[in-house]
């Protein structure tokens, strides 16, 4: 008795905390606030299937309480037998039918949703991106050619379509706010799209184990107006090497290049040496991996540029 | 006669010690126990494995384990417990119980049953070995995709010893089912027509003929994934006109038998226990064998719903959800069907019976997150995230594992012939409950979030750092759970404690409760004729009648 005072009163306070946190945010009940439309419609689908099996849930677990506790020993002895019932048909087809049942509306109600979620609404000039998965972070390159590092700017309003590749191995798209995942598959080019509502940043990161670094491969997208837009293309080109070394490089070796998990690089020499930089950042060297194998010549001189002037603070002294 | 001269020649003495009888025994039970008891050593090193990566993970930006570690110990976990957990567990007990239940001496192939045991003992010490390999073990997690597998990004011979191992469990299982099959099809007592099968036996069944389905593309996948890295082909590798999915098809081909080959012999168990613990008959014994056989069939044509963000296109896609909702009908036709076993009984809520009734609130949870997961439309939003750690973890841990642990409790007395203790056994289940619910359901909520599975570490506060503390917290009340259990075994076994179990402790049904706990070699003297699924009961009816 005691014990079963216990095991309510921990139950009880489990659930207190969890509505406690879960009552200052949406809590994780439902997935994050969407601010796109294809978002939107993925969650209504959501709670469509949760209004049904959250039923099939109570009634289930509901049924199984009120029999243990209906049903259960007392002082009755082991040996008395209870009711020899060997089954019922028409109980059988019951629930064969209702599941059917139930499991139809849901998929009715998943294909009535899907070509919101699943197809871009037409648009006169869908804004075209296409996103590279690298070992560990994401580029964006934009129609005018403009190139940007795990910040990705679109206007608000706009319907984006994303092309989604890899460089290297499996990466998985994901913001949250902005729709469903896709893979960025090595030789396969993948599609997906979002409108973004309001202004804001939207954060997210890749959803497939693609390495050491899986962790730290974040990407945010930042929806301005039309004009903040246009300005931070046009000011993309002169930040890339900044960018380069802060989403690529500084992921293993630190914000100021003075080593982590890759080596110091604050007084490495070689950053001086642009040839024999840029060999390594784009064919990789030992456990670094070819984090530039597709990059441009423009935004591999930015990257040679930005080291030799911020990071590298002159030769060790004394070895 | 040339048959009597070979059983002349007397076994050498040296095969009859304590310890070498274990090295050379055929005996299906000593078998059994010993496919049980590395299985049980595998799970707590698996466990401590999970205890590790909910350390690291309790708070944000913690260093307990090293990101190049903790992908390890990820990989490890999920192999470990899959591999070397679950299916060979299964194994011990069907090699244990399913001779005894259909009145059998012994499997069909006893030798090739001693391989399949000391194969998989090989493959488990293979792939635990490559721990000191060099670069350190397979980091490219459970299902290890390419291109991350290739050995342009997975060099070291981890991966490899991964490969190696896996082919070697693949033979074991392979030589176990087919053992399976052809005892259960060949060997029944009497009087045992399929009607009259224990239900834990067609499960057995079914599991033996989905692994024979089911292994060989596995096999084949993994030695593509070995000839690219080690030989020179690319089947996996874009750059030199490979393709990635084709390894993702192949994999998950094997990989969704192999849930449905985890979870069929656990709902056998769920059968067995929770008609003699409500003294009545299954509740629709023909709908609970035809449904194990229709999950059986329906699980070869789902595969590809563990793919849905790969970009299949919404044709793929759709048939792939259609077929995954199909299979959850055969499985609810299970649960109503236990749930109405417990209807009008004499409840005896012992140990078994408790993990049974437990098993039957956490897997309704693991079963209908799942239906959130077959609308891909939803999936693509909650997939690979910790929405499906919890999903997962509610089927296998809060599923199978509870299912293992009723099936420990209640088959402990026939195996070693003393009970363990009530008092134990009720406090590990309770301390289990609570600490499985209170780690996976905040799980459900990091996955909605955002929180991506496989992450070493998050820089997020708030909610996140809220129900991961929770989340670990879990982990250990959970952890202690599993202590009490060791502990209750230790009582009853290095302490003597236990009580000494008679023939059928627990009144149940089924013929291994026939024979006396334990059984002696070669298991009966004789075997009743059989007239019902429920041999024992009739006995004891019969007994009452003379008397």
Same mark, same amino acid.
């Given at each position: 008795?005691? $014990?079963?005072?216990?095991?309510?009163?921990?139950?009880?306070?489990?659930?207190?905390?969890?509505?406690?946190?879960?009552?200052?945010?949406?809590?994780?009940?439902?997935?994050?606030?969407?601010?796109?439309?294809?978002?939107?419609?993925?969650?209504?689908?959501?709670?469509?299937?949760?209004?049904?099996?959250?039923?099939?849930?109570?009634?289930?677990?509901?049924?199984?309480?009120?029999?243990?506790?209906?049903? $259960?020993? $007392?002082?009755?002895?082991?040996?008395?037998?209870?009711?020899?019932?060997?089954?019922?048909?028409?109980?059988?087809?019951? #629930?064969?039918?209702?599941?059917?049942?139930?499991?139809?509306?849901?998929?009715?109600?998943?294909?009535?949703?899907?070509?919101?979620?699943?197809?871009?609404?037409?648009?006169?000039?869908?804004?075209?991106?296409?996103?590279?998965?690298?070992?560990?972070?994401?580029?964006?390159?934009?129609?005018?050619?403009?190139?940007?590092?795990?910040?990705?700017?679109?206007?608000?309003?706009?319907?984006?379509?994303?092309?989604?590749?890899?460089?290297?191995?499996?990466?998985?798209? #994901?913001?949250?706010?902005?729709?469903?995942?896709?893979?960025?598959?090595?030789?396969?080019?993948?599609?997906? #799209?979002?409108?973004?509502?309001?202004?804001?940043?939207?954060?997210?990161?890749?959803?497939?184990?693609?390495?050491?670094?899986?962790?730290?491969?974040?990407?945010?997208?930042?929806?301005?107006?039309?004009?903040?837009?246009?300005?931070?293309?046009?000011?993309?080109?002169?930040?890339?090497?900044?960018?380069?070394?802060?989403?690529?490089?500084?992921?293993?070796?630190?914000?100021?290049?003075?080593?982590?998990?890759?080596?110091?690089?604050?007084?490495?020499?070689?950053?001086?040496?642009?040839?024999?930089?840029?060999?390594?950042?784009?064919?990789?060297?030992?456990?670094?991996?070819?984090?530039?194998?597709? #990059?441009?010549?423009?935004?591999?001189?930015?990257?040679?540029?930005?080291?030799?002037?911020?990071?590298?603070?002159?030769?060790?002294?004394?070895? | 006669?040339?048959?009597?001269?070979?059983?002349?020649?007397?076994?050498?003495?040296?095969?009859?010690?304590?310890?070498?009888?274990?090295?050379?025994?055929?005996?299906?039970?000593?078998?059994?126990?010993?496919?049980?008891?590395?299985?049980?050593?595998?799970?707590?090193?698996?466990?401590?494995?999970?205890?590790?990566?909910?350390?690291?993970?309790?708070?944000?930006?913690?260093?307990?384990?090293?990101? *190049?570690?903790?992908?390890?110990?990820?990989?490890?976990?999920?192999?470990?417990?899959?591999?070397?957990?679950?299916?060979?567990?299964?194994?011990?007990?069907?090699?244990?119980?399913?001779?005894?239940?259909?009145?059998?001496?012994?499997?069909?192939?006893?030798?090739? *049953?001693?391989?399949?045991?000391?194969?998989?003992?090989?493959?488990?010490?293979?792939?635990?070995?490559?721990?000191?390999?060099?670069?350190?073990?397979?980091?490219?997690?459970?299902?290890?995709?390419?291109?991350?597998?290739?050995?342009?990004?997975?060099?070291?011979?981890?991966?490899?010893?991964?490969?190696?191992?896996?082919?070697?469990?693949?033979?074991?299982?392979?030589?176990?089912?087919?053992?399976?099959?052809?005892?259960?099809?060949?060997?029944?007592?009497?009087?045992?027509?399929?009607?009259?099968?224990?239900?834990?036996?067609?499960?057995?069944?079914?599991?033996?003929?989905?692994?024979?389905?089911?292994?060989?593309?596995?096999?084949?996948?993994?030695?593509?994934?070995?000839?690219?890295?080690?030989?020179?082909?690319?089947?996996?590798?874009?750059?030199?006109?490979?393709?990635?999915?084709?390894?993702?098809?192949?994999?998950?081909?094997?990989?969704?038998?192999?849930?449905?080959?985890?979870?069929?012999?656990?709902?056998?168990?769920?059968?067995?226990?929770?008609?003699?613990?409500?003294?009545?008959?299954?509740?629709?014994?023909?709908?609970?064998?035809?449904?194990?056989?229709?999950?059986?069939?329906?699980?070869?044509?789902?595969?590809?719903?563990?793919?849905?963000?790969?970009?299949?296109?919404?044709?793929?896609?759709?048939?792939?959800?259609?077929?995954?909702?199909?299979?959850?009908?055969?499985?609810?036709?299970?649960?109503?069907?236990?749930?109405?076993?417990?209807?009008?009984?004499?409840?005896?809520?012992?140990?078994?019976?408790?993990?049974?009734?437990?098993?039957?609130?956490?897997?309704?949870?693991?079963?209908?997150?799942?239906?959130?997961?077959?609308?891909?439309?939803?999936?693509?939003?909650?997939?690979?995230?910790?929405?499906?750690?919890?999903?997962?973890?509610?089927?296998?841990?809060?599923?199978?594992?509870?299912?293992?642990?009723?099936?420990?409790?209640?088959?402990?007395?026939?195996?070693?012939?003393?009970?363990?203790?009530?008092?134990?056994?009720?406090?590990?289940?309770?301390?289990?409950?609570?600490?499985?619910?209170?780690?996976?359901?905040?799980?459900?909520?990091?996955?909605?979030?955002?929180?991506?599975?496989?992450?070493?570490?998050?820089?997020?506060?708030?909610?996140?750092?809220?129900? *991961?503390?929770?989340?670990?917290?879990?982990?250990?009340?959970?952890?202690?759970?599993?202590?009490?259990?060791?502990?209750?075994?230790?009582?009853?076994?290095?302490?003597?404690?236990?009580?000494?179990?008679?023939?059928?402790?627990?009144?149940?049904?089924?013929?291994?409760?026939?024979?006396?706990?334990?059984?002696?070699?070669? *298991?009966?003297?004789?075997?009743?004729?059989?007239?019902?699924?429920?041999?024992?009961?009739?006995?004891?009816?019969?007994?009452?009648?003379?008397?």
């Amino acid at each position: 008795m005691r $014990r079963k005072l216990a095991f309510i009163a921990l139950a009880a306070l489990t659930a207190l905390a969890t509505a406690g946190v879960a009552a200052a945010a949406n809590g994780g009940f439902t997935p994050v606030s969407p601010n796109s439309p294809n978002a939107s419609h993925t969650t209504t689908a959501y709670y469509v299937v949760l209004a049904f099996t959250a039923a099939i849930f109570v009634i289930v677990e509901g049924l199984l309480v009120v029999f243990v506790v209906k049903y $259960r020993q $007392r002082n009755r002895p082991r040996t008395a037998e209870g009711s020899q019932v060997h089954g019922h048909t028409r109980l059988e087809l019951i #629930w064969t039918v209702v599941p059917v049942i139930i499991l139809c509306v849901i998929g009715i109600v998943v294909f009535v949703e899907l070509p919101h979620i699943a197809s871009a609404p037409a648009a006169s000039n869908p804004l075209r991106i296409t996103v590279e998965g690298h070992q560990f972070y994401w580029q964006f390159d934009y129609p005018n050619g403009a190139r940007t590092i795990d910040e990705l700017y679109v206007p608000a309003g706009r319907v984006v379509d994303l092309r989604v590749v890899s460089a290297d191995v499996i990466h998985s798209w #994901w913001i949250p706010a902005l729709g469903g995942k896709i893979q960025a598959l090595p030789g396969i080019t993948n599609h997906t #799209w979002f409108k973004a509502r309001d202004e804001g940043t939207f954060t997210g990161q890749c959803a497939e184990l693609c390495g050491l670094y899986h962790a730290a491969m974040a990407a945010r997208v930042v929806v301005t107006d039309e004009r903040g837009y246009e300005a931070a293309v046009a000011k993309a080109p002169a930040n890339l090497g900044s960018t380069e070394f802060h989403g690529v490089c500084a992921t293993c070796h630190g914000m100021t290049g003075a080593g982590g998990y890759g080596p110091n690089l604050s007084n490495n020499p070689l950053l001086t040496q642009t040839a024999g930089l840029l060999s390594i950042v784009q064919h990789g060297r030992g456990r670094m991996p070819a984090v530039g194998s597709t #990059w441009t010549k423009a935004q591999l001189q930015a990257l040679a540029a930005y080291v030799k002037s911020h990071v590298y603070k002159g030769a060790a002294s004394g070895g | 006669m040339a048959v009597d001269v070979v059983e002349t020649y007397p076994a050498p003495t040296w095969k009859s010690g304590r310890i070498a009888s274990w090295f050379v025994t055929v005996d299906h039970k000593r078998i059994g126990i010993l496919y049980i008891l590395t299985a049980l050593g595998f799970f707590v090193l698996g466990g401590i494995l999970a205890m590790l990566m909910r350390a690291q993970l309790a708070t944000p930006g913690e260093s307990i384990l090293t990101k *190049n570690s903790y992908d390890e110990v990820m990989t490890m976990h999920g192999t470990t417990m899959i591999f070397l957990v679950i299916v060979p567990i299964m194994a011990g007990f069907g090699n244990y119980l399913v001779p005894l239940m259909i009145g059998a001496r012994d499997m069909a192939f006893p030798r090739l *049953n001693a391989l399949s045991y000391w194969l998989y003992l090989v493959g488990g010490i293979v792939l635990w070995s490559s721990w000191f390999a060099t670069g350190g073990t397979a980091k490219a997690g459970w299902w290890s995709y390419p291109t991350l597998s290739e050995v342009q990004f997975s060099p070291g011979h981890g991966q490899d010893y991964w490969i190696l191992s896996l082919h070697i469990l693949t033979l074991s299982s392979l030589a176990g089912a087919i053992n399976f099959v052809v005892t259960i099809v060949n060997m029944r007592a009497r009087g045992m027509t399929w009607m009259r099968m224990p239900l834990f036996v067609w499960a057995l069944l079914t599991y033996g003929i989905l692994l024979l389905l089911a292994l060989p593309t596995l096999s084949a996948a993994v030695t593509m994934l070995l000839l690219d890295r080690r030989g020179y082909t690319h089947f996996f590798i874009p750059s030199q006109g490979g393709n990635v999915v084709l390894y993702q098809h192949m994999f998950w081909f094997f990989g969704h038998p192999e849930v449905y080959i985890m979870v069929l012999p656990a709902f056998g168990m769920i059968s067995e226990i929770l008609p003699v613990f409500s003294r009545k008959p299954i509740f629709g014994y023909k709908a609970v064998a035809f449904s194990t056989v229709g999950i059986a069939f329906f699980s070869m044509l789902v595969w590809a719903h563990h793919m849905f963000t790969v970009g299949l296109g919404t044709g793929l896609d759709s048939f792939f959800m259609i077929s995954s909702m199909v299979i959850a009908v055969p499985t609810g036709i299970k649960i109503f069907n236990w749930l109405a076993t417990t209807w009008r009984g004499n409840l005896i809520l012992d140990t078994p019976m408790l993990f049974a009734l437990g098993f039957l609130a956490l897997f309704t949870m693991g079963g209908l997150s799942g239906i959130f997961l077959a609308a891909f439309p939803v999936d693509w939003q909650v997939n690979d995230s910790y929405y499906i750690v919890a999903h997962f973890h509610y089927v296998a841990f809060g599923g199978i594992a509870f299912a293992l642990f009723g099936g420990l409790h209640y088959w402990w007395p026939k195996m070693f012939g003393r009970l363990l203790d009530e008092r134990l056994g009720k406090l590990s289940f309770w301390t289990m409950f609570v600490g499985f619910n209170l780690t996976f359901l905040p799980q459900h909520m990091l996955g909605l979030l955002g929180m991506p599975r496989r992450i070493y570490t998050y820089h997020h506060g708030g909610l996140w750092e809220v129900y *991961n503390l929770l989340s670990s917290v879990g982990s250990g009340i959970l952890a202690l759970g599993v202590l009490v259990f060791v502990v209750n075994v230790w009582r009853t076994h290095v302490l003597r404690m236990g009580v000494r179990a008679s023939n059928d402790p627990w009144l149940a049904d089924t013929l291994e409760w026939y024979t006396t706990s334990p059984p002696p070699p070669g *298991n009966f003297d004789t075997v009743p004729y059989v007239t019902s699924a429920r041999p024992l009961r009739d006995l004891r009816v019969r007994l009452a009648e003379e008397t």
